[in-house]
């Protein structure tokens, strides 16, 4: 089992930037494959970016990537959601996944092929 534990969420300006991470625990949690996805009330769940275990190659929603950008450090299991630029509407719930590998190289931003998931961080980008 993997438990995933995010923090670095808050209150911020618009134009203001925050660093999320993503703590992970458990058996074999340096080699998963991490996403980040947010929600809003009364909006679907929308996929950020993912980071690939291994080669560490990233896929990031095209909308979003000029100002959101995903890392990892594996000594630390951990992985991070640096958001620069925020914008009111960037409010929401933001939550890490993970899943293993298995025969799957790289990640995806598909939510449902993520097993394990966090509680979310809220974000409020608010003057």
């Known amino acids: 089992q993997v438990q995933l534990v995010e923090s670095g969420g808050g209150l911020v300006q618009p134009g203001g930037s925050l660093k999320l991470s993503c703590a992970a625990s458990?058996?074999?949690?340096?080699?998963?494959?991490i996403a980040w996805f947010r929600q809003s009330p009364g909006n679907d769940r929308e996929a950020i970016s993912c980071?690939?275990?291994?080669?560490?190659?990233?896929l990031a929603t095209d909308s979003l990537k000029d100002r959101f950008t995903i890392s990892r450090d594996n000594a630390k299991k951990t992985a991070y959601l640096q958001l620069n630029d925020l914008r009111p509407w960037d409010t929401a719930v933001y939550s890490c996944?993970?899943?293993?590998?298995?025969?799957?190289?790289?990640?995806?931003?598909?939510?449902?092929?993520?097993?394990?998931w966090g509680q979310g961080t809220q974000v409020t980008v608010s003057s």
């Open positions: 980071i690939s275990s291994g080669d560490g190659s990233v």
């Open positions: 996944a993970a899943v293993y590998p298995g025969n799957f190289r790289h990640c995806t931003l598909y939510g449902t092929w993520y097993d394990f």
């Open positions: 458990g058996e074999s949690s340096e080699d998963l494959h």
